[in-house]
């Protein structure tokens, strides 16, 4: 299990990044940043880059800030950044670190970056599920200029993004979330740290007793996590309480078109989108 | 049956007490921790010979097909590759031999080749090795031979009707049985019958270390090594020697550290002849670590059973008769055991229970799957979970509490020594040697708050949620023999060396050995330095298997200490001029008993200068303070024990979460507390991994789907329940001088049992699982067709 | 072979020049080219934690990381761990609780709880079991590995003070 050889790239810059990434992306060129999901794929030898462009020494990417009412995350901000819920993003700084303790293992999380999660877009990524469910932008560069993706359009299929040749996903930015927005993140695995066989993140607030601007997202049940309308129907105008939780469960296990591998039907999907969202709305309420 | 069995075996009396001993039985801290603590342990990964090449095996892609080329050229042409070998290469090699096993003739059709010859049979069945400088290259070349194969269907599972092995030779390998008393009658007359159909999942040891052979040829005195050895470098050299046709003292093996073993680690494999021939005809030394993409589809697996099994008892519950026909999943291959899994099946199947008719038979079968052998607890974690599934459904349906219906069965105490004689010829008897197994069974549910636990889980279930308790009780064997021997010195400095021929895995048993040494020789056991898995520092060595290290070995140093004891003291007395009687050793030093500090007095290491060779005193007497002595035995010895589990299942996800765990175990005589007890509970949590987590999947074309740590899931600190150990010394075996039993297998053994007995609890469904591991997705399987 | 590169790994203290091919993983330079075996290789990719090295304070699968993109870093291993013959109380208390069984784990463990208590002697039970789950042990059970990380937090929270 060594990986095969590559050229590795170091730029300092994030122009000469891209200019490398122009040049040796056709020769399979891609994208090392945390490496923790890359480099196990390369030893497995499933991946054989014929170039790597690391991009942890390039300046600036490291960026992380709010903008207005965005939080601006720059391609090699790690998953660690978010262990502890940072004031100055208000509650989806508290969201982004519940959801953060569920990925992998800690010494996976001191590396391995966020924008790393959204550029491989494994169907069970918790952050391709909040990207989606917070209705995040993607900012792509390269040497042709920027395209600003939303995350609806951005996630295609399993492990497969809206990011061309080339392209560089330089930073996501997550809106921030109103006042007194609940939120609550559900994921079921096997083990602690496991891929999710199913995950849940909701986000709604309360006007006069009832929900409004419910957001349900599912991840780990399709290929690319989505919000499920359906659902945030079922909830919207609703008391929050086990009624509208059942309901909008119900809703998500009638619409999904789960994923099937050799020892988990779909059926066993479909019945977990519901318990996942059902259990994220609990934990919203609670 | 009576104690006239014990007729002829030599037996021992009872072992003195923890409390009477002085290191014996105490939790000493382990001689062997200070390196593996700094980073200064030697595994086969950290042995290193200069100008070593590294090895790299091209293997199967598929499950089964005929090898119609292989194409080395362009892996050849790739710089820093010495060679490719394939099959043609080493056509004197025969196949991987394996051990003397009863019923071994018919099997050897079976055994794997060291390289594929013309056929391939599982996904990653070696079918050529590259040899190169570095292991970067060397895979980098294996990805460069091209192997044309044509598939051929695959036999996937062991129950179907069997297939072709090759022309002519059917992929059922043996029938085999094991009988006893009227089985038909017991059917007949039963009052309540019932029947199971159950499996246990494929799951094996996965040691943290992945296996690792270096091959070196020492050509100055012709002698073959090889190192990374473990388990049973004795009985491998033997192979080896036969193998490759050299002269014994041509070839030795060599243990560094290990990085767990669990039964399968040590076994000879096809990687260990290879490096040593490469190693030979290249006149270099050659490395191989097996990675763990490799590790997860060639090392030996094992567990994977179907049992069409009954059972029947009279009105009152007592069981009158088990049956069981056992179809057993072997992989590919015959490995270095035989049929030895499933025989130990067939023969511990009725446990602790006092049976008088039992039938079980084994369709030993070969599938296109990754090999199988031992797996700690061989064959006991199969059948305790059948045995205890089957008493658990008759006490549901007969409305007889659990624990009652055990009690009704157990062997009682006043009818140990208790024989177990099968009818077929050539099967070994069993002869438990000791217990008193209702008194464990009374301490077990003390210990786990058993009628307590039992109205907790009630009121929980009354609140809606899912627990449940249950158990199983078993019966382990170890020690079997037939002997052992070990060589015992002192040096000038008073250190003392024991060599054995035994072997650690990382149980701790240098530590063990140097407490039983000390004890009867009367040192500090940190003096004693444990010399193992040395094929040239001791002729002969049982290893490290089926338990049997602490029990053989140790016995044979205890024996051993006890010589050089005698010599010290006979000799001591001569120079003291005190009667032997009179004498002592205490801390290295001869003294006379019960005189204050100050009194006469000689250290081991001045009687051992003064009994150099030549010296006067010898009068005729072999020089130093040097001896070698054996212990022999026919008997194995059979530690028992209990497990129970508490467990949560959610029903909304299938998950099921042990929550608590109790192992209560009869140990006979402890040799060191704190090392029982880490055995017994990391036996448990790789028990629990094949109870819950833990499976070898395979597609329907043969293609293993847990080849990674994302796949195959083994549990973490998270998935560890809380695990309560209560070991007892209540039936001291008379085999041996110390009174002691196996511990290595205490803890793995009923953990699919007691977690299926406690899911069933917590469902309220009597004989609901019946398939390990109990997954999520099978859990709701299961709960939707309740 | 491709074209290898010149590096210099900073562990324990020592600096390592040595010449790596790119693609070589920080696990393999640091056992093969710097000679420091203490750190092991039990999966390679990225699961089991035996090769947990502590870079800049963090702990990292160093086989998840290639060589060269550790230059100049400052990298702990299991080596660095003692202070001469003095144990760090991490590796006393693994000793004293038992553990560790065959070891082959252990420098893994020592070196992920050395940087998870060195950041956070007061961390709570439940997140340093959640900690302690990022590595596979298959001798002990666990049970004496966590007991042997809380004794030893007790001893550094005292140190801390």
């Keep these: ?286 | ?786 | 072979m491709s074209d290898t590169v010149s590096i210099t790994l900073n562990i324990n203290g020592a600096n390592h020049s040595v010449s790596v091919e790119p693609r070589r993983t920080l696990a393999d330079t640091i056992r093969d080219d710097c000679g420091q075996t203490g750190t092991h290789l039990g999966c390679e990719h990225g699961i089991c934690g035996s090769c947990t090295v502590i870079i800049d304070g963090e702990p990292m699968r160093s086989c998840l990381m290639f060589a060269v993109q550790a230059d100049g870093r400052k990298i702990r291993t299991i080596e660095g761990l003692a202070k001469g013959d003095q144990l760090h109380p991490l590796q006393r208390a693994f000793i004293d609780n038992h553990g560790l069984q065959c070891g082959f784990c252990t420098p893994g463990f020592l070196m992920l709880a050395t940087a998870t208590l060195e950041k956070n002697p007061n961390i709570g039970d439940e997140e340093l079991m959640d900690v302690l789950s990022s590595n596979l042990c298959r001798c002990t059970g666990y049970q004496n590995i966590v007991k042997a990380v809380k004794q030893a937090r007790a001893e550094m929270r005292g140190a801390a003070k």
């Design chain 1, 1 to 286: 299990m060594k990986p095969a050889a590559f050229v590795y790239h170091a730029p300092k810059t994030l122009d000469a990044a891209l200019a490398l990434l122009a040049e040796v992306a056709p020769q399979d060129g891609r994208v090392l940043a945390g490496g923790q999901s890359l480099v196990p794929t390369m030893a497995f030898r499933l991946a054989r880059p014929g170039h790597l462009v690391d991009i942890n020494g390039v300046a600036g990417l490291d960026r992380l800030a709010v903008d207005g009412d965005v939080l601006s995350v720059g391609a090699t901000v790690r998953h660690a950044t978010f262990e502890k819920a940072d004031p100055k993003f208000g509650t989806l700084g508290a969201l982004l670190a519940d959801v953060v303790h569920n990925i992998a293992h800690y010494p996976i999380r001191t590396r391995g970056t966020m924008c790393g999660s959204l550029a491989h877009s494994d169907p069970s990524s918790e952050w391709c599920l909040t990207a989606v469910t917070l209705g995040a932008e993607m900012v792509a560069k390269s040497v042709k200029g920027e395209r600003r993706i939303k995350a609806a359009d951005y996630f295609q299929d399993i492990m497969t993004t809206a990011l061309v040749e080339g392209e560089l996903l330089a930073e996501v930015r997550l809106p921030l979330l109103k006042a007194g927005t609940k939120h609550g993140f559900y994921e079921f695995s096997r083990r602690a740290g496991d891929f999710a066989l199913g995950a849940a993140l909701v986000t709604y607030r309360i006007e006069a007793g009832k929900i409004v601007d419910a957001h349900v997202g599912v991840g780990g049940i399709e290929g690319t996590p989505r919000r499920i309308a359906e659902a945030e129907a079922a909830l919207n105008g609703q008391a929050p309480g086990a009624a509208a939780f059942a309901a909008a469960g119900k809703a998500v296990s009638a619409v999904v078109d789960p994923l099937e591998d050799a020892q988990t039907p779909a059926s066993y999907r479909r019945d977990l989108a519901a318990t996942v969202v059902i259990r994220a709305l609990e934990r919203a309420a609670a």
């Design chain 2, 1 to 786: 049956m009576s104690a006239d069995h014990l007729a002829g075996a030599k037996t021992y009396p009872t072992p003195p007490t923890t409390e009477e001993r002085n290191i014996l039985g105490k939790r000493a801290v382990r001689l062997e921790d200070p390196p593996l603590v700094t980073g200064r342990g030697r595994y086969a990964g950290d042995i290193n010979f200069p100008r070593q090449m590294h090895m790299r095996i091209v293997r199967s892609s598929i499950a089964n097909g005929t090898i119609k080329s292989i194409d080395v050229s362009e892996a050849l042409k790739l710089p820093g590759v010495v060679a490719v070998w394939t099959n043609d290469d080493i056509k004197e090699l025969g196949p991987v031999d394996f051990r003397a096993d009863r019923g071994a003739e018919i099997l050897k059709p079976y055994r794997q080749p060291v390289l594929a010859k013309g056929r391939a049979r599982y996904v990653g069945d070696p079918i050529a090795a590259v040899f190169a400088e570095d292991p970067y290259i060397a895979e980098d070349a294996a990805d460069l031979v091209i192997v044309e194969m044509d598939e051929l269907p695959v036999v996937v599972n062991c129950w179907d009707n069997p297939g072709e092995f090759e022309p002519g030779r059917s992929t059922e390998g043996a029938l085999l049985k094991h009988s006893f008393g009227d089985i038909e009658a017991a059917f007949k007359k039963a009052h309540t019958i019932v029947e199971l159909d159950l499996f246990t999942g494929r799951h094996s040891g996965v040691p943290m270390e992945t296996r690792g052979a270096i091959g070196y040829y020492d050509a100055t005195k012709d002698i073959l090594e090889l190192h990374g050895a473990a388990k049973v470098p004795h009985r491998n050299r033997e192979t080896l020697v036969k193998m490759l046709g050299r002269a014994p003292k041509g070839l030795h093996v060599h243990e560094s550290h290990v990085g767990g073993g669990f039964g399968i680690r040590g076994e000879l494999y096809p990687e260990d002849v290879l490096v040593l021939v490469a190693a030979m005809r290249f006149n270099r030394p050659v490395k191989w670590i097996e990675d763990r993409r490799e590790h997860l589809m060639c090392a030996n697996q094992g567990r994977e059973q179907r049992h069409k099994c009954r059972i029947a008892a009279d009105k009152d519950g007592r069981i009158l008769g088990l049956e069981d026909e056992i179809f057993h999943d072997q992989g590919a291959y015959v490995r270095t055991h035989g049929a030895n899994v499933a025989n130990r099946t067939l023969c511990m199947m009725t446990g602790g229970y006092d049976i008088p008719a039992y039938r079980g038979v084994a369709h030993y079968r070969l599938t296109n799957k990754t090999p199988c052998a031992t797996y700690r607890a061989p064959g006991r974690y199969e059948s305790t979970f059948v045995r205890e599934r089957l008493v658990d459904a008759l006490a549901h349906k007969m409305g007889i509490d659990p624990v009652e219906i055990r009690r009704r069965n157990l062997i009682r105490k006043d009818q140990m020594p208790y024989l177990i004689e099968f009818e077929e010829q050539g099967v070994e008897e069993l002869l438990y040697d000791s217990g008193d197994y209702e008194l464990l069974l009374d301490k077990g549910l003390k210990a786990f708050r058993w009628d307590e636990r039992k109205k907790e889980c009630a009121a929980r279930r009354a609140k809606g949620e899912s627990v449940g308790i249950g158990m199983v009780f078993f019966v382990e064997e170890s020690g079997r023999g037939p002997s052992d021997g070990a060589k015992m010195s002192v040096d000038s400095n008073g250190d003392v060396e024991l060599i054995t021929g035994g072997a650690s895995l990382g149980q701790g048993f240098e530590t063990s050995m140097a407490q039983i040494a000390a004890e009867a020789l009367g040192v500090d056991y940190q003096r004693i330095t444990v010399v193992h898995g040395q094929t040239d520092r001791i002729a002969q060595g049982i290893g490290a298997h089926a338990a049997r290290a602490t029990v053989l070995t140790g016995s044979a140093v205890n024996q051993t200490a006890l010589k050089l004891r005698a010599k010290a003291l006979e000799f001591g007395s001569e120079l003291l001029q005190l009667p032997i009687g009179d004498l002592d050793i205490v801390d290295g030093v001869i003294v006379k008993k019960g005189a204050p500090a100050g009194g006469p007095s000689l250290s081991l290491a001045d009687l051992n200068k003064k009994l150099a060779p030549g010296a006067k005193i010898l009068n005729g007497r072999d020089p130093h303070l040097a001896v070698e002595a054996w212990f022999n035995t026919d008997h194995t010895v059979f530690p028992y024990g209990m497990h129970f589990a508490q467990v949560r299942v959610d029903k909304a996800t299938g998950q099921t979460v042990c929550e608590n765990f109790l192992i209560a175990y009869d140990i006979g005589r402890a040799v060191n507390p704190m090392l029982v007890d880490g055995q017994l509970v990391g036996g448990c949590v790789q028990g629990l991994g094949g109870a819950l987590y833990e499976e070898f999947a395979y597609s329907e074309s043969g293609e293993p789907l847990a080849v990674t740590f994302a796949d195959y899931l083994m549990p973490t600190a998270h998935e560890a329940p809380r695990i309560d150990v209560v070991i007892t010394e209540d039936a001291p075996s008379p085999m041996n001088p110390l009174g002691i039993k196996g511990a290595g297998e205490g803890g793995i053994n009923g953990v699919g049992g007691a977690i299926a007995s406690a899911i069933d609890d917590a469902l309220g469904r009597a004989g609901a699982v019946t398939q390990l591991p109990v997954t999520p997705q099978r859990m709701k399987a299961l709960l939707a067709h309740g």
